[in-house]
Protein backbone atom coordinates (compact mmCIF):
# COMPACT_ATOMS: atom_id res chain seq x y z
CA UNK A 1 0.00 0.00 0.00
CA UNK A 2 1.35 3.51 -1.04
CA UNK A 3 1.48 6.05 1.34
CA UNK A 4 2.11 9.83 0.68
CA UNK A 5 5.42 11.25 2.57
CA UNK A 6 6.88 14.35 2.76
CA UNK A 7 10.28 15.56 4.44
CA UNK A 8 11.77 18.37 5.97
CA UNK A 9 15.54 18.32 7.56
CA UNK A 10 17.51 21.31 8.82
CA UNK A 11 19.19 22.68 11.75
CA UNK A 12 18.40 24.06 14.69
CA UNK A 13 18.73 24.34 18.49
CA UNK A 14 22.44 22.93 17.62
CA UNK A 15 21.37 19.66 15.93
CA UNK A 16 19.95 18.07 13.16
CA UNK A 17 16.19 18.07 13.01
CA UNK A 18 13.74 15.86 10.44
CA UNK A 19 10.63 16.43 10.07
CA UNK A 20 8.26 13.26 8.47
CA UNK A 21 5.06 13.82 7.44
CA UNK A 22 2.51 10.71 6.14
CA UNK A 23 -0.78 10.63 4.30
CA UNK A 24 -3.14 13.63 3.92
CA UNK A 25 -2.74 17.22 4.96
CA UNK A 26 -1.78 20.62 4.33
CA UNK A 27 1.23 20.45 1.57
CA UNK A 28 2.85 23.09 3.67
CA UNK A 29 2.75 21.45 6.73
CA UNK A 30 6.22 21.04 7.05
CA UNK A 31 6.96 24.52 6.85
CA UNK A 32 4.77 25.47 9.47
CA UNK A 33 6.48 23.00 11.71
CA UNK A 34 9.52 24.35 10.81
CA UNK A 35 8.75 28.11 11.48
CA UNK A 36 7.59 26.85 14.95
CA UNK A 37 10.73 25.14 15.96
CA UNK A 38 13.16 27.53 14.55
CA UNK A 39 11.02 30.57 16.27
CA UNK A 40 11.40 28.48 19.56
CA UNK A 41 15.36 28.49 18.83
CA UNK A 42 15.48 32.41 18.55
CA UNK A 43 13.73 32.98 21.28
CA UNK A 44 15.41 29.94 24.46
CA UNK A 45 18.71 29.92 22.93
CA UNK A 46 21.73 31.00 24.49
CA UNK A 47 24.14 31.30 21.51
CA UNK A 48 23.41 34.31 20.19
CA UNK A 49 21.70 37.56 21.16
CA UNK A 50 17.91 36.27 22.19
CA UNK A 51 14.53 37.21 24.50
CA UNK A 52 16.68 34.33 26.87
CA UNK A 53 19.39 36.15 27.16
CA UNK A 54 18.73 39.87 27.46
CA UNK A 55 16.75 37.58 30.29
CA UNK A 56 19.98 36.20 31.75
CA UNK A 57 21.68 39.72 31.80
CA UNK A 58 18.76 40.71 34.22
CA UNK A 59 18.92 38.05 36.35
CA UNK A 60 22.40 37.44 36.66
CA UNK A 61 22.50 41.15 37.92
CA UNK A 62 19.83 40.85 39.96
CA UNK A 63 17.35 42.70 38.61
CA UNK A 64 13.47 42.17 37.46
CA UNK A 65 12.65 41.25 34.47
CA UNK A 66 9.88 41.67 32.35
CA UNK A 67 9.12 38.56 30.02
CA UNK A 68 7.86 39.99 26.78
CA UNK A 69 8.41 37.17 24.83
CA UNK A 70 5.24 35.16 24.43
CA UNK A 71 7.19 31.86 23.88
CA UNK A 72 9.58 32.32 26.48
CA UNK A 73 6.87 33.21 29.11
CA UNK A 74 4.89 29.62 27.81
CA UNK A 75 8.60 27.92 28.14
CA UNK A 76 9.27 29.86 31.59
CA UNK A 77 5.01 28.74 32.85
CA UNK A 78 6.10 24.61 31.16
CA UNK A 79 9.71 25.18 33.32
CA UNK A 80 7.80 25.86 36.46
CA UNK A 81 5.66 23.23 36.41
CA UNK A 82 7.82 20.51 35.41
CA UNK A 83 10.08 21.54 38.15
CA UNK A 84 7.63 20.95 40.76
CA UNK A 85 6.48 17.53 38.74
CA UNK A 86 10.05 16.00 38.87
CA UNK A 87 10.17 16.76 42.72
CA UNK A 88 12.47 19.80 42.01
CA UNK A 89 15.42 17.71 39.86
CA UNK A 90 14.65 19.47 36.78
CA UNK A 91 16.32 22.46 37.45
CA UNK A 92 17.69 24.84 33.82
CA UNK A 93 19.01 27.71 36.56
CA UNK A 94 21.41 24.97 37.97
CA UNK A 95 25.00 25.55 37.02
CA UNK A 96 28.10 24.78 39.25
CA UNK A 97 29.62 28.26 38.34
CA UNK A 98 26.70 29.51 40.32
CA UNK A 99 27.06 27.36 43.64
CA UNK A 100 23.81 26.11 44.68
CA UNK A 101 21.52 28.59 42.89
CA UNK A 102 18.71 27.10 41.09
CA UNK A 103 14.95 27.14 39.92
CA UNK A 104 14.17 27.35 43.61
CA UNK A 105 15.59 30.68 43.92
CA UNK A 106 13.21 31.73 41.39
CA UNK A 107 9.65 34.09 41.52
CA UNK A 108 7.49 33.73 37.86
CA UNK A 109 4.65 36.28 38.25
CA UNK A 110 2.48 34.17 35.20
CA UNK A 111 -0.18 36.81 35.24
CA UNK A 112 2.46 40.25 34.99
CA UNK A 113 4.62 38.11 32.54
CA UNK A 114 7.05 39.25 35.09
CA UNK A 115 10.58 37.00 36.73
CA UNK A 116 13.00 37.54 39.09
CA UNK A 117 15.77 36.04 41.16
CA UNK A 118 16.83 35.52 45.03
CA UNK A 119 20.09 34.91 43.70
CA UNK A 120 22.36 35.98 40.63
CA UNK A 121 21.55 32.88 37.69
CA UNK A 122 21.20 32.27 34.56
CA UNK A 123 18.77 29.84 32.41
CA UNK A 124 19.83 27.33 29.82
CA UNK A 125 16.91 25.72 28.64
CA UNK A 126 19.30 22.86 27.01
CA UNK A 127 17.46 19.69 26.13
CA UNK A 128 13.92 20.87 27.01
CA UNK A 129 13.84 23.71 24.26
CA UNK A 130 14.01 20.49 21.64
CA UNK A 131 11.04 19.20 23.74
CA UNK A 132 9.04 22.17 23.81
CA UNK A 133 10.33 22.94 20.11
CA UNK A 134 8.80 19.62 18.70
CA UNK A 135 5.21 19.97 20.99
CA UNK A 136 4.83 23.02 18.88
CA UNK A 137 5.54 22.08 15.99
CA UNK A 138 2.75 18.93 16.47
CA UNK A 139 0.59 21.86 17.61
CA UNK A 140 1.14 22.99 13.76
CA UNK A 141 1.29 19.76 12.02
CA UNK A 142 -2.54 18.81 13.25
CA UNK A 143 -3.67 21.91 12.61
CA UNK A 144 -2.56 21.73 8.92
CA UNK A 145 -4.68 18.27 9.39
CA UNK A 146 -1.66 15.88 9.44
CA UNK A 147 -2.77 12.69 10.90
CA UNK A 148 0.51 11.07 11.29
CA UNK A 149 3.98 12.31 11.26
CA UNK A 150 7.45 11.44 12.63
CA UNK A 151 9.79 14.57 14.58
CA UNK A 152 12.90 14.59 15.96
CA UNK A 153 15.81 16.84 16.94
CA UNK A 154 18.88 15.23 17.43
CA UNK A 155 18.63 11.54 18.30
CA UNK A 156 17.44 12.26 21.82
CA UNK A 157 14.22 14.16 21.35
CA UNK A 158 11.58 12.60 19.39
CA UNK A 159 7.85 13.19 18.59
CA UNK A 160 4.48 11.40 17.16
CA UNK A 161 1.57 12.44 15.92
CA UNK A 162 -1.34 10.36 15.40
CA UNK A 163 -0.27 6.65 14.72
CA UNK A 164 2.36 4.96 12.03
CA UNK A 165 1.06 5.34 8.71
CA UNK A 166 0.75 1.69 8.23
CA UNK A 167 -1.38 1.53 12.04
CA UNK A 168 -0.45 1.36 14.91
CA UNK A 169 2.36 2.30 17.06
CA UNK A 170 5.57 3.77 16.02
CA UNK A 171 8.17 1.31 17.04
CA UNK A 172 11.62 2.30 18.46
CA UNK A 173 14.40 0.81 19.90
CA UNK A 174 16.87 2.44 21.59
CA UNK A 175 20.26 1.56 21.14
CA UNK A 176 23.09 0.78 24.32
CA UNK A 177 24.81 3.76 24.69
CA UNK A 178 28.13 1.41 25.75
CA UNK A 179 27.88 -1.74 23.57
CA UNK A 180 27.29 -1.30 20.13
CA UNK A 181 24.99 -3.13 17.92
CA UNK A 182 23.03 -3.63 21.25
CA UNK A 183 19.51 -2.46 22.07
CA UNK A 184 18.76 -0.89 25.57
CA UNK A 185 14.75 -0.52 24.88
CA UNK A 186 12.28 -1.42 22.62
CA UNK A 187 9.17 0.16 22.94
CA UNK A 188 6.31 1.72 20.92
CA UNK A 189 4.55 5.56 20.95
CA UNK A 190 1.66 6.66 19.71
CA UNK A 191 0.66 10.25 19.53
CA UNK A 192 3.87 10.93 22.60
CA UNK A 193 7.11 12.47 22.72
CA UNK A 194 10.37 10.69 24.10
CA UNK A 195 13.46 12.01 25.51
CA UNK A 196 16.37 9.83 25.99
CA UNK A 197 19.10 11.06 28.49
CA UNK A 198 22.93 9.86 28.91
CA UNK A 199 26.02 10.42 31.29
CA UNK A 200 27.50 7.93 28.72
CA UNK A 201 27.96 7.37 25.09
CA UNK A 202 28.63 9.33 22.46
CA UNK A 203 28.31 13.28 22.19
CA UNK A 204 28.77 13.26 26.00
CA UNK A 205 32.38 14.59 26.07
CA UNK A 206 31.44 17.27 23.08
CA UNK A 207 33.61 20.50 24.04
CA UNK A 208 29.34 22.30 23.58
CA UNK A 209 27.88 19.64 26.04
CA UNK A 210 27.29 21.31 29.87
CA UNK A 211 27.57 18.87 32.20
CA UNK A 212 24.69 17.23 34.12
CA UNK A 213 23.94 18.82 38.10
CA UNK A 214 21.94 17.91 40.34
CA UNK A 215 19.90 20.56 41.60
CA UNK A 216 21.51 22.38 44.99
CA UNK A 217 24.59 21.06 44.46
CA UNK A 218 28.04 22.53 42.24
CA UNK A 219 29.36 19.16 40.77
CA UNK A 220 28.34 17.50 38.24
CA UNK A 221 26.60 13.91 38.20
CA UNK A 222 28.89 10.78 37.69
CA UNK A 223 26.46 7.96 38.20
CA UNK A 224 26.52 5.98 34.52
CA UNK A 225 23.06 6.28 33.54
CA UNK A 226 20.63 5.85 30.63
CA UNK A 227 16.69 6.97 31.11
CA UNK A 228 14.00 7.14 28.71
CA UNK A 229 11.04 9.02 29.54
CA UNK A 230 7.50 9.36 27.39
CA UNK A 231 4.70 11.59 27.83
CA UNK A 232 2.24 13.35 25.64
CA UNK A 233 4.26 16.25 25.72
CA UNK A 234 7.72 16.57 24.60
CA UNK A 235 8.91 19.47 26.72
CA UNK A 236 7.33 17.04 29.85
CA UNK A 237 9.22 14.06 28.44
CA UNK A 238 12.50 15.87 28.55
CA UNK A 239 11.88 17.17 32.09
CA UNK A 240 11.62 13.96 33.39
CA UNK A 241 14.43 12.87 31.22
CA UNK A 242 16.43 15.17 33.06
CA UNK A 243 15.33 14.60 36.15
CA UNK A 244 16.36 10.93 36.57
CA UNK A 245 19.79 11.50 35.49
CA UNK A 246 20.38 13.16 38.12
CA UNK A 247 18.36 12.05 41.22
CA UNK A 248 19.43 10.43 44.80
CA UNK A 249 17.85 7.36 45.01
CA UNK A 250 14.54 8.24 47.04
CA UNK A 251 13.38 10.53 44.51
CA UNK A 252 14.53 8.29 41.43
CA UNK A 253 11.82 5.69 43.00
CA UNK A 254 9.12 7.71 43.27
CA UNK A 255 9.32 9.10 40.04
CA UNK A 256 9.94 5.75 38.74
CA UNK A 257 6.91 4.21 41.00
CA UNK A 258 4.28 7.18 39.18
CA UNK A 259 4.33 6.08 35.41
CA UNK A 260 6.35 2.82 35.79
CA UNK A 261 5.45 1.88 31.55
CA UNK A 262 6.64 5.24 30.46
CA UNK A 263 9.62 6.21 32.83
CA UNK A 264 12.67 4.20 32.79
CA UNK A 265 16.47 4.46 34.53
CA UNK A 266 19.37 2.36 33.05
CA UNK A 267 22.08 1.64 35.89
CA UNK A 268 24.99 1.17 33.64
CA UNK A 269 27.36 0.75 36.53
CA UNK A 270 25.58 -2.92 36.63
CA UNK A 271 27.01 -5.26 33.89
CA UNK A 272 23.28 -6.16 33.11
CA UNK A 273 22.20 -2.37 32.33
CA UNK A 274 18.58 -2.82 32.86
CA UNK A 275 15.86 -1.04 34.18
CA UNK A 276 15.94 -0.31 38.14
CA UNK A 277 13.21 -1.26 39.16
CA UNK A 278 12.41 0.56 42.47
CA UNK A 279 12.47 -2.51 44.97
CA UNK A 280 16.50 -2.19 44.16
CA UNK A 281 17.20 1.07 43.42
CA UNK A 282 20.82 1.18 45.55
CA UNK A 283 23.62 3.93 45.90
CA UNK A 284 26.20 3.20 43.43
Not at 29 to 39: D, K, M, S, T, V
Request: with cysteine; hydrophobic share 45%; net charge negative.
Amino acid sequence: MAVLADVERFAAMGTRVELHRFGEGDPAALAGARRAIEAVDDALTIHRPSATTVLNERLLAGQEAAVDDPLLLKALVTIDEAHRATLGLFDPAADRRLGAAGWGDILLDREAGRIRAATPLALDFGGFGKGFALDLACVALRAAGVRSACLSAGESSIAVVGEHPLGGGWPFAIPHPLRPGQTLLELELNDEAMSISSTVGAGVDAPERAPMIRPGYAAPVTRRRCTVAIDRLGARAEAMSTALIVADDDRAIRLLSGRPNRNFLFDLSQEAAMPVPPSRMSLQ
